[in-house]
């Protein structure tokens, strides 16, 4: 196998805790939820706003702008009111998650050895706002919007490799989730899985997966960083 | 006015010193032919090249591979044989370019207070490459290759206003070229003009411009840093 050049990394659960930042949201503007419940239902939102993309349904739309959709509905089905500002500014939740413990310090390591790049389905300006929020130092930041393609669908997975001018066998694509490991390793890239328990909350769900299914399983960041020689 | 947000500079000649860097390099290589005339020959078939493709004589091709058949040419022309492998790493100098000494420490400061990205014909693993190997430190990498158009054509400037989700008046075009800032000004974007006379080596030539063309007028990066306030 040839080696690998660059890491590609989802973004929301690998690398930021989109859960614990949104309960503190909640909690620090005082909405009237229960912040674990609110933050899962905007979670839970995503796939199928995506899918409507994905089917014509909806035209493209970034994920702002499902995000936007999805925290309307949310609102309106617990009877509460935001001004204009105000939703707009919740909706920026999502540019300033914070960052897992391991993730900084990880990916500066990565870097010295490795090109970094994210590649989310979040859209580029909330990539790239987050990562002056949380100073995460990629070389490059890849978005879906990039391909006019979610995750999982194989042109965001060979986009990346086009752009980044490498073999998709040269790219090893990061993530918290199984399903998006098997996209990507179904083209060609190799993978790297990141269990984070936390992920959905204290005893939140996760994907099943195979022993031996990836290529690396690592603890956070750091530890793949340490598996790689870094 | 509204205020700018975003800082999308040009790459050659603004940022990096292609011209010094290939002398050097032709030098390092021993390469039997004036450095200086040789780097000079290499970017006047930039412009032609990227003509070609934007006239549909040539398929989409990214600069890497315009700057390869330019290459080809230039040596087949001189009666220069190289091996594949040493014609490979020669046209890779595009991505060891060397920063103009203003350069990392003035971006470095504006991105502090700005996002900072490249907006540059090279495309995207060049630029990545170049970025790495000079230290510079960018927010996101941007790329004519990600709208299939080669600057100045307005897709260029208006896909970066449209991936940094903000209105073209927010963002401010950063190059040594008045023609790249007057194209970009066309689409709304404020502009800063470097010039650089040393771009082209001692008594190159430089476009004209007019005093006053300009939003701002810098000595390098660094100069540019203070009049913004950073």
């Given at each position: 196998?040839?080696p ?13 805790d989109?859960y ?35 089917s014509?349904?909806l ?17 309106t ?6 001004s ?10 999502w540019?300033?998650?914070?960052p ?9 390591r ?16 909330l ?11 990629w070389d490059?930041?890849l ?12 042109e965001?997975?060979?986009?990346a490799a086009r ?27 190799r ?10 909350g ?7 997966w ?21």
């Amino acid at each position: 196998m040839p080696p690998v050049r660059a890491l590609t990394f989802d973004i929301f659960g690998t690398v930021v805790d989109w859960y614990g930042s949104i309960v503190a949201e909640v909690a620090r503007i005082g909405l009237p939820v229960d912040g674990g419940e609110f933050a899962l239902a905007w979670r839970a939102g995503y796939q199928p706003a995506m899918q409507e993309v994905r089917s014509g349904a909806l035209p493209w739309t970034n994920i702002d702008g499902l995000h936007r959709r999805i925290l309307d509905r949310l609102l309106t089905a617990r009877g509460i009111t935001l001004s204009e500002s105000a939703a707009t500014d919740l909706n920026l939740v999502w540019h300033r998650l914070t960052p897992w413990p391991d993730s900084v310090a990880g990916l500066t390591r990565l870097k010295s050895r490795y090109t970094t790049t994210t590649l989310s389905n979040g859209n580029l300006s909330l990539l790239v706002a987050m990562a002056k929020h949380a100073a995460l130092p990629w070389d490059a930041v890849l978005s879906a919007e990039l391909f006019g393609h979610y995750k999982p669908d194989p042109e965001v997975y060979l986009g990346a490799a086009r752009l980044l001018d490498l073999p998709p066998q040269q790219l090893m694509m990061v993530a918290a989730h199984p399903s998006d490991l098997r996209a990507a390793a179904a083209c060609g890239l190799r993978t790297a899985y990141i269990p984070r328990p936390l992920e959905r909350g204290p005893g939140g769900a996760m994907e099943a997966w195979a022993e031996g299914e990836f290529d690396c399983v690592a603890r956070g960041v750091d530890d793949l960083a340490a598996q790689l020689g870094c």
